[in-house]
């Protein structure tokens, strides 16, 4: 596992867990879908035109030369996340119904320096975006402005084939997520089928002591696990921790943390980070 990615996960999991940090709030009004709000908005009122949420999805960056580590991904599950080439923000997003971007999330974020660019705060503050094909503007409440172009015009998902990311692994266990909301997954020896959902994470970025620990909301359902006996069993508890889990959090387009909780609060034993195949 690379040291970027290993700060990733401590970053996220971090965050997840602590409480104690102030977080700042911008409205959402995410659909009951979990997706990402309207496609369609009058924009007379406001005065500029209205965003349509399907062109904001996908993977935007700075005009090189700029640090090309650094981008803000938009999902269609109504999540987004971003890093500034080392430090990292997430969060959810909307299109309200006159077709305005709205945004949540964290401010809560490491300071570590390197060929910093600021795209993680300027979603984060972001009041506004307009999209002209391959460009992004994005404008905050003091009328700042930061400029991103389009590298990417897919959202980051979740459907696909994952594994733990864990040491614990010993390679059987494995999740695959379809595109029909259905999942399946193995232990190496035992199975079974269900559905799932994904989407923004009510609360998430409000500084209280119930709000969400991660950008996502998740859940698995599924049926009874086969029950064979067998001596290679993976040594990740995949079954349990996929049924426990109630949030989700991207880590980059390749990584994604699963967190369980139980009593009402959040229960690190019941964490598990996967790895795309």
Same mark, same amino acid.
């Given at each position: 596992?690379?040291?970027?990615?290993?700060?990733?996960?401590?970053?996220?999991?971090?965050?997840?867990?602590?409480?104690?940090?102030?977080?700042?709030?911008?409205?959402?009004?995410?659909?009951?879908?979990?997706?990402?709000?309207? +496609?369609?908005?009058?924009?007379?009122?406001?005065?500029?035109?209205?965003?349509?949420?399907a062109e904001l999805v996908?993977?935007?960056?700075?005009?090189?030369?700029?640090?090309?580590?650094?981008?803000?991904?938009?999902?269609?599950?109504?999540?987004?996340?971003?890093?500034?080439?080392?430090?990292?923000?997430?969060?959810? /997003?909307?299109?309200?119904?006159?077709?305005?971007?709205?945004?949540?999330?964290?401010?809560?974020?490491?300071?570590?320096?390197?060929?910093?660019?600021?795209?993680?705060?300027?979603?984060?503050?972001?009041?506004?975006?307009?999209? !002209?094909?391959?460009?992004?503007?994005?404008?905050?409440?003091?009328?700042?402005?930061?400029?991103?172009?389009?590298?990417?015009?897919?959202?980051?998902?979740?459907?696909?084939?994952?594994?733990?990311?864990?040491?614990?692994?010993?390679?059987?266990?494995?999740?695959?997520?379809?595109?029909?909301?259905?999942?399946?997954?193995t232990d190496g020896c035992?199975?079974?089928?269900?559905? /799932?959902?994904?989407?923004?994470?009510?609360?998430?970025?409000?500084?209280?002591? !119930?709000?969400?620990?991660?950008?996502?909301?998740?859940?698995? !359902?599924?049926?009874?696990?086969?029950?064979?006996?067998?001596? !290679?069993?993976? +040594?990740?508890?995949?079954?349990?921790?996929?049924?426990?889990?109630?949030?989700?959090?991207?880590?980059?387009?390749?990584?994604?943390?699963?967190?369980?909780?139980?009593?009402?609060?959040?229960?690190?034993?019941k964490s598990l980070t996967? +790895?795309?195949?």
């Amino acid at each position: 596992m690379s040291d970027n990615l290993k700060h990733a996960i401590g970053t996220l999991a971090a965050g997840a867990l602590a409480f104690g940090s102030v977080f700042a709030v911008w409205a959402i009004a995410p659909n009951s879908d979990g997706h990402a709000g309207s +496609e369609s908005g009058d924009s007379s009122d406001s005065g500029s035109e209205a965003l349509v949420a399907a062109e904001l999805v996908g993977r935007w960056q700075a005009p090189k030369p700029a640090n090309q580590d650094a981008f803000v991904e938009f999902t269609d599950y109504g999540l987004w996340f971003a890093s500034d080439g080392c430090n990292g923000l997430d969060g959810t /997003w909307s299109v309200g119904d006159d077709g305005a971007l709205e945004i949540a999330g964290s401010t809560a974020m490491t300071l570590i320096a390197c060929d910093n660019v600021a795209i993680p705060t300027s979603v984060s503050q972001a009041v506004s975006a307009v999209v !002209d094909g391959g460009d992004l503007v994005l404008t905050t409440a003091e009328g700042d402005s930061m400029d991103l172009v389009r590298t990417r015009d897919t959202g980051v998902s979740l459907v696909g084939t994952w594994v733990p990311s864990d040491p614990m692994a010993t390679g059987g266990a494995q999740i695959e997520f379809t595109s029909e909301s259905e999942w399946s997954a193995t232990d190496g020896c035992n199975s079974t089928t269900g559905t /799932w959902s994904l989407g923004p994470a009510e609360g998430y970025g409000e500084a209280s002591m !119930d709000s969400a620990p991660l950008h996502g909301a998740f859940t698995a !359902d599924g049926g009874r696990w086969t029950n064979m006996a067998c001596a !290679d069993l993976d +040594e990740v508890p995949i079954s349990s921790l996929l049924h426990d889990a109630t949030f989700a959090g991207f880590i980059d387009e390749d990584h994604i943390m699963l967190l369980g909780s139980s009593d009402g609060g959040v229960d690190a034993a019941k964490s598990l980070t996967l +790895e795309r195949q």
